[in-house]
């Protein structure tokens, strides 16, 4: 069984003595969840046979009429604030309009409820695998001089993989940062095709960037330090099986600037090169900005209202988002076209004012609203019916198994690993879909700090700022003490007053949910690649 450090959760433990004592895994579901487990290694899911027979009509007819299984595009935004798109009250109103989000948006399915991971990372394994970084080892980036003991990616079954082996052709483009080494590369773990970035914006420019790195940049020694490491600065392009080439390096934060229009005009030309072939595709997208440090490239500098360079870059990556679908309809291809727009956590604010915009407490790297909860916009014209919006929960690990069902591969999910990923065709497909998910679990690297079920949060585990904006750099993690900190999210969004067990009845029932969550790791237990806290 995984042993979890001694000052680790509450709930971790109270699972540990609850298995020693014998109870099975299954007992520890409450009278709170509706949530049925079909499989010991799959997350338990909510049942709802009306609307999942009525995306199974959709997808029949759709594939009669198309011929083939649908295209998967992902456009994940980097460090995007839940509260940045106009449509989820940002926008226009804080100096960065995104009209073309806030179409598709309209055009399809709001999510208000969706959930990355806290950092970058993880979530980008975490789709891919539809598993907790918890449970691949991915519990955070791979940072400049650290060196791991094995490959996350050699024993992992990614959606890349299972989706080529029935016929897909599959490219990432844009921002990577889940392993640069051979063997942890886009195209070493799937993707036929990979054009963009290993390392987060931040990670390149800080080499090139003397006004803000100036003791890394003016001295000649520490330059050189960072150059062992083995960290990238360029643009690549990659193929499975085949050569890998630096196209451009970055040597400049105005070099730095033009990396996503790069990376959309492959897109854009992949896109039109595809759609003309016969084999459907899976594109993810995976915008560089709007990661600090942001510079505004020159076609959209001063573009934004703010005029800041993180609100051009917002400007800029909508401009894009539209430019991505546009080139999905004028090939032809947008009606067989499943689209989803989030991004991979909450604001980084400890760049502020280089940093995006959320509502809720907290920001990138905490279990907090603002850390994990994320703009999510699922489209696709003619099969989501336009105008919904739904605040049930979305998990974007769900985008795993979502996507595997739409390409027919439901019996290709591995059975040997837990999955925690759920199958959301259906919620997206209904026209009045109802999610399948009960619940969400907030991990923080190997910490399980928190759960999400219906509008009730429980926290074992919180993050402490000591200082404001420093949600990464002046933060600690602590117990919360004699009890856990039960918010309810409808009243107090910004989890600032407990309800705890004096307002609510379910606060036992919720840790014996968490108890539940922690016991999967004695048959499954996590992976250690050597990546410390």
Same mark, same amino acid.
């Given at each position: 069984?995984?042993?979890?450090?001694?000052?680790?959760?509450?709930?971790?433990?109270?699972?540990?003595?609850?298995?020693?004592?014998?109870?099975?895994?299954?007992? #520890?579901?409450?009278?709170?969840?509706?949530?049925?487990?079909?499989?010991?290694?799959?997350?338990?899911?909510?049942?709802?046979?009306?609307?999942?027979?009525?995306?199974?009509?959709?997808?029949?007819?759709?594939?009669?009429?198309?011929?083939?299984?649908?295209?998967?595009?992902?456009?994940?935004?980097?460090?995007?604030?839940?509260?940045?798109?106009?449509?989820?009250?940002?926008?226009?109103?804080?100096?960065?309009?995104?009209?073309?989000?806030?179409?598709?948006?309209?055009?399809?399915?709001? $999510?208000?409820?969706?959930?990355?991971?806290?950092?970058?990372?993880?979530?980008?394994?975490?789709?891919?695998?539809?598993?907790?970084?918890?449970?691949?080892?991915?519990?955070?980036?791979? $940072?400049?001089?650290?060196?791991?003991?094995?490959?996350?990616?050699? +024993?992992?079954?990614?959606?890349?993989?299972?989706?080529?082996?029935?016929?897909?052709?599959?490219?990432?483009?844009?921002?990577?940062?889940?392993?640069?080494?051979?063997?942890?590369?886009?195209?070493?773990?799937?993707f036929d095709e990979f054009?963009?970035?290993?390392?987060?914006?931040?990670?390149?420019?800080?080499?090139?960037?003397?006004?803000?790195?100036?003791?890394?940049?003016?001295?000649?020694?520490?330059?050189?330090?960072?150059?062992?490491?083995?960290?990238?600065?360029?643009?690549?392009?990659?193929?499975?099986?085949?050569?890998?080439?630096?196209?451009?390096?970055?040597?400049?934060?105005? #070099?730095?600037?033009?990396?996503?229009?790069?990376?959309?005009?492959?897109?854009?030309?992949?896109?039109?090169?595809?759609?003309?072939?016969?084999?459907?595709?899976?594109?993810?997208?995976?915008?560089?900005?709007?990661?600090?440090?942001?510079?505004?490239?020159?076609?959209?500098?001063?573009?934004?209202?703010?005029?800041?360079?993180?609100? +051009?870059?917002?400007?800029?990556?909508?401009?894009?988002?539209?430019?991505?679908?546009?080139?999905?309809?004028?090939?032809?291809?947008?009606?067989?076209?499943?689209?989803?727009?989030?991004?991979?956590?909450?604001?980084?604010?400890?760049?502020?004012?280089?940093?995006?915009?959320?509502?809720?407490?907290?920001?990138?790297?905490?279990?907090?609203?603002?850390?994990?909860?994320?703009?999510?916009?699922?489209?696709?014209?003619?099969?989501?019916?336009?105008?919904?919006?739904?605040?049930?929960?979305?998990?974007?690990?769900?985008?795993?198994?979502?996507?595997?069902?739409?390409a027919g591969l439901e019996?290709?999910?591995?059975?040997?690993?837990?999955?925690?990923?759920?199958?959301?065709?259906?919620?997206?497909?209904?026209?009045?879909?109802?999610?399948?998910?009960?619940?969400?679990?907030?991990?923080?690297?190997?910490?399980?700090?928190?759960?999400?079920?219906?509008?009730?949060?429980?926290?074992?585990?919180?993050?402490q700022e000591h200082a404001?904006?420093?949600?990464?750099?002046?933060?600690?993690?602590? +117990?919360?003490?004699?009890?856990?900190?039960?918010?309810? $999210?409808?009243?107090?969004?910004?989890?600032?007053?407990?309800?705890?067990?004096?307002?609510?009845?379910?606060?036992?029932?919720?840790?014996?949910?968490?108890?539940?969550?922690?016991?999967?790791?004695?048959?499954?237990?996590?992976?250690?690649?050597?990546?410390?806290?």
């Amino acid at each position: 069984m995984y042993a979890f450090k001694r000052h680790s959760s509450a709930i971790a433990v109270a699972a540990a003595l609850m298995l020693s004592a014998g109870f099975p895994e299954a007992s #520890a579901q409450s009278v709170l969840s509706k949530a049925e487990r079909a499989s010991e290694s799959m997350e338990p899911a909510l049942r709802h046979p009306d609307q999942d027979a009525q995306a199974r009509a959709k997808l029949e007819a759709l594939r009669a009429r198309m011929g083939k299984q649908p295209n998967i595009v992902w456009l994940v935004v980097d460090d995007m604030g839940y509260g940045d798109p106009g449509a989820f009250g940002g926008g226009a109103a804080i100096g960065a309009a995104t009209p073309n989000m806030d179409r598709l948006a309209r055009e399809g399915l709001k $999510l208000t409820s969706a959930y990355s991971q806290p950092t970058c990372t993880p979530t980008r394994s975490a789709i891919l695998t539809g598993r907790l970084p918890v449970r691949t080892g991915l519990t955070r980036p791979i $940072l400049a001089g650290d060196t791991i003991t094995r490959n996350p990616w050699a +024993d992992e079954i990614s959606l890349p993989r299972l989706l080529g082996e029935a016929g897909y052709r599959t490219v990432l483009s844009g921002k990577w940062h889940v392993g640069a080494a051979q063997g942890m590369r886009p195209h070493d773990i799937g993707f036929d095709e990979f054009y963009g970035f290993y390392e987060a914006e931040k990670e390149i420019s800080q080499a090139v960037d003397k006004r803000r790195y100036p003791d890394l940049v003016l001295n000649p020694e520490r330059l050189a330090m960072l150059r062992k490491t083995g960290a990238s600065d360029a643009l690549v392009h990659g193929f499975k099986g085949g050569q890998t080439t630096d196209v451009v390096k970055i040597d400049s934060t105005a #070099a730095m600037a033009e990396g996503d229009r790069m990376t959309k005009e492959f897109s854009v030309a992949k896109i039109k090169e595809l759609a003309a072939g016969n084999q459907p595709f899976f594109l993810e997208h995976a915008f560089m900005k709007v990661h600090a440090d942001n510079f505004a490239s020159k076609a959209f500098e001063g573009k934004s209202a703010s005029k800041y360079p993180y609100k +051009d870059d917002v400007v800029e990556v909508d401009a894009y988002i539209g430019e991505i679908t546009k080139a999905l309809e004028d090939a032809g291809v947008l009606d067989n076209t499943f689209i989803f727009i989030t991004s991979d956590n909450g604001p980084q604010l400890d760049s502020w004012p280089d940093a995006g915009y959320t509502p809720f407490r907290g920001a990138k790297a905490s279990a907090w609203e603002g850390g994990v909860r994320v703009p999510g916009i699922a489209y696709w014209r003619g099969m989501i019916a336009p105008g919904r919006e739904s605040d049930d929960l979305f998990d974007l690990m769900d985008l795993f198994n979502t996507s595997v069902r739409l390409a027919g591969l439901e019996k290709k999910i591995p059975s040997d690993r837990y999955i925690d990923g759920i199958d959301q065709t259906s919620f997206l497909l209904g026209d009045k879909g109802r999610s399948n998910r009960e619940k969400v679990y907030i991990w923080a690297e190997r910490d399980l700090m928190a759960m999400r079920m219906y509008e009730y949060k429980i926290h074992v585990k919180v993050v402490q700022e000591h200082a404001q904006w420093l949600n990464i750099d002046m933060t600690t993690i602590s +117990d919360v003490g004699l009890a856990p900190w039960l918010f309810n $999210l409808y009243i107090d969004p910004k989890e600032q007053y407990p309800v705890g067990h004096r307002m609510n009845a379910f606060l036992a029932s919720m840790a014996a949910e968490m108890k539940g969550h922690a016991a999967t790791f004695k048959k499954y237990p996590p992976k250690n690649i050597g990546l410390g806290q």
